[in-house]
């Protein structure tokens, strides 16, 4: 199982789910976004004044995982999908990741109202 590819300490700090050996295609093929997410996931801390602060734009939880990822130069990415159906283009919605960077995407949520479905 390539979920041992991650540190130990990782496990045990999260529940991991992975599909498609994703662990072991972004160790073998993107080492440095690998290297990014396990760095990001070995340094969060979820701290409870964190989650006690009041509303807003943007928690100081997303506040820091956006500086974390900036930093190595991870970007917001907006998708325009377009699928042919008998030669007509058929559009469909826009959808959006928080970080993008050498073909690895990354979205994160938090307390999100809004359906969304990974496949």
Same mark, same amino acid.
């Given at each position: 199982?390539?979920?041992?590819?991650?540190?130990?300490?990782?496990?045990?700090?999260?529940?991991?789910?992975?599909?498609?050996?994703?662990?072991?295609?972004?160790? @073998?093929? *993107?080492?440095?976004?690998? +290297?990014?997410?396990?760095?990001?996931?070995?340094?969060?801390? =979820?701290?409870? %004044? #964190?989650?006690?602060?009041?509303?807003?734009?943007?928690?100081?939880?997303?506040?820091?995982? @956006?500086? *974390?990822?900036?930093?190595? +130069?991870?970007?917001?990415?907006?998708?325009?999908?377009?699928? =042919?159906?008998? %030669? #007509?283009?058929?559009?469909?919605?826009?959808?959006?990741?928080?970080?993008?960077?050498?073909?690895?995407?990354?979205?994160?949520?938090?307390?999100?109202?809004?359906?969304?479905?990974?496949?």
């Amino acid at each position: 199982m390539s979920l041992d590819l991650l540190a130990k300490d990782v496990r045990e700090k999260y529940e991991v789910a992975e599909r498609h050996h994703a662990c072991a295609i972004l160790k @073998n093929d *993107f080492p440095k976004e690998w +290297g990014d997410v396990h760095d990001c996931l070995r340094s969060f801390r =979820l701290r409870k %004044s #964190e989650i006690l602060t009041p509303g807003g734009r943007k928690s100081p939880i997303s506040t820091g995982i @956006n500086g *974390f990822f900036a930093k190595r +130069g991870w970007k917001e990415k907006r998708f325009q999908i377009r699928v =042919l159906v008998d %030669s #007509e283009e058929v559009l469909s919605p826009t959808h959006h990741v928080d970080y993008f960077k050498n073909r690895v995407a990354i979205e994160t949520e938090w307390n999100n109202k809004d359906p969304f479905a990974d496949s």
